[in-house]
């Protein structure tokens, strides 16, 4: 059974919302983040959070738009989305490990053992 599993995504015109969610079937892991993937471009960071949500951060790129929450009782991490924009198009990773969160690490895919199946999200101008 996978570890994470992600729903969400879609298109949306450019100053609309979506939120991705990444389930974990099995157990809630300690830290998780979200990242991206445009295409020819890396992975990017988007965001991160701890095992109880009280620490977020952000890209400084969606930073304001974006925000990342946690139920731990539903074993869910979601990413709210707003006032999407064209360069937001990418493919939308949950990533997540049993580690203590470093907000100095949140942004390194390497810190995650985990990863979502992926969701691709499409902002049309």
């Known amino acids: 059974q996978a570890q994470l599993v992600q729903s969400g995504g879609g298109l949306v015109q450019a100053g609309g919302s979506l939120r991705l969610s990444c389930a974990t079937p099995?157990?809630?892991?300690?830290?998780y983040g979200w990242f991206r993937q445009a295409p020819g471009k890396e992975r990017e960071a988007v965001a991160g959070?701890?095992?109880?949500?009280?620490?977020?951060d952000y890209a400084d790129s969606v930073k304001g738009r974006f925000t990342v929450s946690r139920d731990n009782a539903e074993k869910m991490v979601y990413l709210q989305m707003d006032r999407l924009e064209p360069d937001d198009t990418a493919v939308y990773y949950c990533a997540a490990a049993y580690l203590n969160y470093d907000p100095n690490a949140y942004g390194n895919p390497s810190t995650y053992r985990f990863w979502g199946q992926g969701s691709q999200v499409t902002v049309a101008s």
């Open positions: 959070i701890n095992y109880n949500g009280e620490r977020t």
């Open positions: 099995r157990r809630m892991l300690s830290i």
